[in-house]
């Protein structure tokens, strides 16, 4: 335990019979493994043809890229999508499927 933080589940068990709550403290609830169940399904099969990327940039470079996607929805309306329905990330796709064909010249 760190300086400044609480351990709500001895304070719940000292204090069981105050109201913490009227005396201005928040209790959060106390979760338990026990409260989790076992009955699920994860999705069988593969996986989803799908990836979703997080890229970090600088303002500017951010702007760039905003501005070509932009740029290619607006020229190449009818963009390869392999089933994605995700515009911005079709435009990335076509985007960069443009620039390795000029590379490969």
């Known amino acids: 335990m760190q300086l400044g933080e ?12 105050f109201d913490l709550g009227e005396m201005g403290m928040d209790m959060p609830e106390v979760i338990s493994p ?3 169940g076992t009955e699920f399904d994860l999705p069988e099969g593969d996986k989803e043809p799908f990836q979703q990327m997080t890229f970090t940039l600088a303002d500017a470079q951010a702007e760039t890229i ?3 996607i932009d740029c290619i929805k607006k020229d190449k309306p009818e ?7 995700n515009s911005n990330g079709n435009a990335l796709y076509e985007i960069v499927r443009q620039w390795a064909e000029l590379k490969t010249l």
């Open 6 to 17: 609480w351990d709500f589940e001895v304070l719940s068990a000292e204090f069981g019979e």
């Open 34 to 36: 026990d409260d989790y």
């Open 66 to 68: 905003k501005a070509a």
């Open 79 to 85: 963009i390869e999508t392999f089933g994605n329905e």
